[in-house]
């Protein structure tokens, strides 16, 4: 089973939630996926450091002068205006290619190879008792996330329970994080933006066809606006994670959470006892 | 004309919170929203006379049933697995390359234009303009969407002779960050005293530093962790990265943004953040 942990706005607590998932039904065989690759913590907030590092690169155009004749026709058939062609030499932005293989296909005089451009490394680490950890982490400076994220999530896919710890946002890397999901948990927090991002969320999950459920962070009692749009939607509020400033302080430290809140054990037991009886 | 951007590597630290404060302590300035798939800065400012504004880049294609001889070829080049089993196109994969169009031994294919989203253009207080965008749910481009908004704004700025721009960022360091970054005057980094929130600052910090623009840093929430925050100072004052000031817990700050109100527009939270302005000021040398 892989549960997807998502959200529309930042901090509002995906990698609380997923890394305690982890913790209460994790056995050696479960996985945590973290692939909010432009920021990853999960890693902080297990306190584990990676055994193993594994770089990742995607492909770009490699161009052999000798055999181009400049005739043009790559950078007239590339999409992303990756490719320029001077009077003496053909100019590659890496940063805009996608990576589609087209120019290399479609060179007459097969001047094009493709080689790798290093975008990251996936990192794994082994948790004692609850499984691994497989951490994607873009290189600074690439702009493009959506490949390391697929290489990311291809790696362990037979884990009987995988958790992947979502980027924020709605778009294709949120995406790409999401798909193949048999299950969407979308973390919000019962504040205005909060309740903004995840309408835009919902309509994400909506159109991959993923089931989902709601979690209320930092509840405070009142979320009555959440519960209206769980009506509109019919996506069931799951669980709510009552505010607490030890929380709070335990999570900015690194320290467990489920120490600082024992009952956050209950509460995410239950949720995933409902995500069960959800797909069966 | 000067812009400021506020990013924070980690989402949640305070972002828009603050953004929002500068603009109304700000006398006056064009504000931008350029977290176009969660933009928040609008529920704070909430424009009048908005006007919306279709924004589409890349295609997305399409095989004519009718033409197609389900040779598998374009399924079969497609580095997106965009091509399904039955040979239909699944728009959320493609990423309108055009390889299949051109490699379609029959010409099925056809690329079309695909909507983004759109961008609008409203005001605040009376005369000021924000500009904004709501990407699709899915979509790429986040960073052309972004430049377009930024475009919207630096045309209006000189069109207005309005001197200062001030804009909320994006969460993360990819392509909508990247592209927020252009020809911006200061950052302003938000963090907050976490171990993550530490970490996403240091590699947001190196995105900066590789684009070459000047940064002053905010810690906000700092007594929630007064350990990390001093090793935070301590990092920023190793990097010659100026501090405009540390911003205590506060709960006035949270019932605002639960009213869906600017912070600063309460006394107290003003009186707070007035010398921190006065800093970021002085960083951007006006």
Wanted: aromatic share 6%.
């Amino acid at each position: 089973m892989q549960i997807a942990v998502a959200s529309g706005k930042g901090g509002t607590g995906k990698t609380l939630v997923s890394t305690c998932l982890l913790r209460v039904l994790g056995d050696n065989n479960s996985v945590l996926i973290d692939t909010d690759v432009e920021e990853p913590n999960a890693g902080l907030v297990l306190g584990q450091v990676a055994q193993t590092t594994t770089p990742v690169s995607r492909f770009v155009p490699d161009i052999d002068p000798d055999s181009c004749n400049l005739c043009g026709k790559c950078a007239e058939i590339c999409s992303f205006n990756a490719l320029v062609v001077l009077s003496d030499k053909v100019l590659v932005f890496n940063e805009l290619c996608h990576s589609c293989g087209a120019c290399a296909y479609l060179c007459p005089l097969r001047a094009i190879k493709e080689k790798g451009h290093p975008i990251g490394v996936i990192e794994e680490a082994q948790l004692p008792g609850y499984g691994t950890l497989l951490t994607g982490r873009l290189n600074v400076g690439e702009a493009l996330s959506p490949p390391l994220i697929k290489a990311t999530k291809s790696q362990k896919a037979t884990s009987a329970l995988r958790i992947v710890d979502c980027p924020p946002g709605t778009t294709c890397a949120m995406i790409e994080s999401i798909s193949d999901s048999d299950y969407c948990l979308l973390v919000t927090e019962p504040t205005p933006f909060g309740l903004h991002d995840l309408e835009l969320s919902l309509e994400a999950i909506e159109m991959l066809g993923i089931p989902g459920g709601l979690l209320i962070n930092r509840w405070q009692g009142e979320d009555s606006d959440l519960i209206a749009l769980s009506d509109k939607t019919g996506v069931p509020i799951l669980g709510r994670i009552p505010f607490s400033p030890e929380l709070a302080q335990a999570y900015m430290q690194g320290k467990d959470p489920l120490e600082a809140m024992p009952s956050l054990r209950g509460i995410l037991t239950n949720i995933f006892s409902q995500i069960k009886g959800a797909l069966s | 004309m000067k812009e400021i951007l506020f990013i924070s590597g980690k989402g949640g630290t305070g972002k828009t919170s603050l953004t929002s404060s500068f603009i109304h302590l700000a006398d006056n300035c064009i504000a931008c929203d350029y977290d176009v798939d969660a933009s928040n800065l609008p529920i704070l400012l909430k424009p009048q006379q908005v006007s919306n504004h279709d924004f589409s880049a890349g295609y997305t294609s399409h095989i004519d049933e009718e033409t197609c001889i389900s040779c598998g070829l374009c399924a079969e080049l497609c580095r997106f697995d965009a091509i399904s089993e039955e040979f239909q196109v699944l728009p959320l994969s493609c990423e309108g390359c055009g390889f299949c169009e051109k490699i379609c031994p029959v010409e099925a294919i056809t690329m079309y234009p695909r909507s983004s989203g759109h961008w609008s253009e409203g005001v605040f207080n009376q005369k000021q303009k924000l500009f904004s965008a709501d990407l699709r749910p899915g979509e790429e481009n986040s960073g052309k969407l972004v430049a377009q908004v930024k475009n919207m704004a630096r045309a209006m700025a000189d069109t207005e002779q309005t001197q200062l721009i001030i804009a909320d960022g994006p969460p993360g360091i990819g392509c909508a960050v990247i592209s927020s970054m252009v020809e911006v005057d200061l950052i302003v980094l938000v963090t907050e005293p976490s171990r993550s929130g530490f970490h996403d600052l240091q590699r947001v910090y190196q995105l900066m530093q590789l684009r070459g623009i000047k940064g002053i840093l905010i810690i906000n929430k700092w007594d929630l962790n007064p350990d990390i925050s001093q090793e935070i100072e301590n990092w920023a004052q190793k990097n010659d990265l100026p501090l405009a000031g540390k911003i205590p817990f506060s709960n006035v700050i949270v019932e605002s943004i639960a009213k869906a109100e600017i912070p600063a527009t309460n006394p107290e939270v003003r009186k707070m953040l007035s010398p921190l302005w006065e800093n970021i000021n002085k960083g951007i040398g006006c």
